[in-house]
């Protein structure tokens, strides 16, 4: 089942989707802080990880301020970041809601800003 799947696991993407070609598109998952002893670990500090991660891999990685936005009822902490892959500018939004010891996470990828709003209508 799902739980015992995130003791064993630590994350799962619950729900993956894309439009025609690819992009835009965006991934669910969910975290289970605990299997890493991240339990106490916040949205903004999670944000941190993420970009010293994400910036390993690709050092065109941007990030902007984090914020918070409404999206699905809940209130998520957001961070925008950007890269370039070849002569290609990939946008992303990561969004971030804790509960309990899981990190809820949407991450959005596109090629332009406004894919972002149609992304979000599919969560309201």
């Known amino acids: 089942d799902f739980e015992s799947a995130l003791e064993k696991t630590g994350s799962i993407i619950d729900v993956m989707a894309s439009f025609p070609g690819g992009s835009p598109n ?9 299997v890493q002893s991240l339990e106490n670990l916040t949205e903004e500090e999670y944000i941190q990880l993420l970009r010293q991660q994400v910036s390993a891999l690709n050092s065109s990685y941007t990030f902007g301020d984090a914020y918070e936005k409404e999206l699905c009822g809940e209130t998520y902490t957001v ?9 290609t500018e990939v946008l992303q939004r990561y969004y971030l809601r804790k509960q309990g010891n899981y990190m809820i996470g949407i991450t959005m990828s596109a090629s332009t800003e406004n894919s972002f709003e149609t992304m979000e209508n599919f969560f309201e």
């Not at 965006?26 to 605990?34: K, W």
């Not at 961070?79 to 002569?87: F, L, N, P, Q, R």
């Open 26 to 34: 965006f991934q669910v998952t969910i975290e289970n802080l605990s």
């Open 79 to 87: 961070a925008e970041a950007s890269a370039t892959y070849g002569t």
